[in-house]
């Protein structure tokens, strides 16, 4: 067992905009307990986060791990690391959300990205097992992307934002798109939000697999997958969340997009190449383990 304690669980906290999910396990099929948590207010919120650690704390924790909706800090040099820095969610921007949750804790943390975090433990035990080079794509309220690159996730002066890359539009589609910074950008085509917007009354569970309206969503995200491979060459693209767990028949559809854009250019590596998360739903939740697992081998 990757421990440096040996015998202690390992502590996680998924922060997402609507709930979060603070987790206490060895591995996704060593599960002790799972808790959700409304996320309302910072104050709120992370008190009843910090109520939980620190019961569990009384047993001993491994480490922490913390994979946060953003933008975050994830600078080690900064003052302001573990950050939850500007975000459109009410109240939350300048949250310090890992150094408060190690305290009660009582233990090393790691913090990263939602993405990022589920996309590490996708490579650790589900869709991703065996590759270095890995891209997880969420398509639910927002689009992000988690990305792995030589069994890291990438750095520079910030974490990547490729939810809000801009595609190129289907001819006779004008429709402005829904994201308040970049309009039609893939988040703004392509999220639920976006998708609610667009279908107003309609709702996406009752779409048909044949409305036009997937025509647009495949579009954006074959063209978001083939800007991945362009740029970092993931070995596989795994697309989770739930607008794609609702709508399982757009996984082959983007593939098939994705492959006909590239054309004889590049080779994909294998047949199955976009595929849904091994983990579902636990991807979220076990990438808080993984970065809690990476948080105490590095000790």
């Known amino acids: 067992m990757e421990n440096a304690l040996p015998g202690l669980p390992f502590a996680g906290v998924e922060l997402g905009g609507t709930k979060c999910v603070c987790t206490l396990a060895y591995s996704p099929t060593e599960i002790l307990r799972q808790e959700s948590v409304p996320t309302t207010t910072p104050s709120e919120t992370l008190g009843t986060i910090e109520a939980l650690l620190s019961e569990w704390s009384k047993d001993g924790i491994g480490a922490l791990g913390i994979n946060s909706f953003g933008p975050v800090d994830l600078r080690m040099e900064s003052p302001t690391f573990g ?174 997009v994705l492959v006909d854009s590239l054309g004889d250019y590049i080779d994909l590596p294998r047949a199955d190449y976009v595929v849904a998360p091994g983990l579902g739903g636990q991807a979220g939740p076990m990438g808080s383990i993984a970065l809690a697992m990476d948080a105490a081998a590095a000790r």
């Not at 939350?92 to 233990?107: H, I, M, P, Q």
């Not at 039609?184 to 009752?206: F, M, N, P, W, Y």
Request: charged share 20%; aromatic share 6%; with cysteine.
């Open 83 to 256: 950050y939850i820095t500007k975000t459109t969610k009410p109240a939350w921007s300048n949250t310090d959300v890992a150094k408060r949750l190690a305290r009660a804790a009582g233990t090393s943390v790691a913090f990263d990205t939602d993405v990022n975090g589920a996309a590490l433990a996708e490579m650790r035990w589900g869709a991703g097992r065996g590759v270095h080079d890995f891209a997880y794509i969420t398509v639910g309220t927002g689009i992000g992307v988690g990305l792995i690159v030589n069994g890291l996730p990438t750095r520079g002066f910030g974490h990547s934002e490729l939810g809000h890359v801009r595609p190129v539009r289907l001819p006779g589609d004008d429709w402005p798109g829904a994201c308040s910074f970049h309009g039609d950008c893939v988040e703004g085509l392509a999220s639920g939000t976006a998708l609610k917007a667009r279908l107003q009354s309609r709702h996406i569970g009752e779409i048909a697999e044949n409305d036009p309206v997937w025509e647009s969503v495949v579009s954006a995200l074959a063209q978001l997958c083939h800007t991945l491979v362009c740029t970092a060459c993931p070995e596989r693209i795994a697309i989770g969340g739930g607008v794609i767990e609702r709508q399982p028949h757009l996984l082959p559809r983007i593939q098939k």
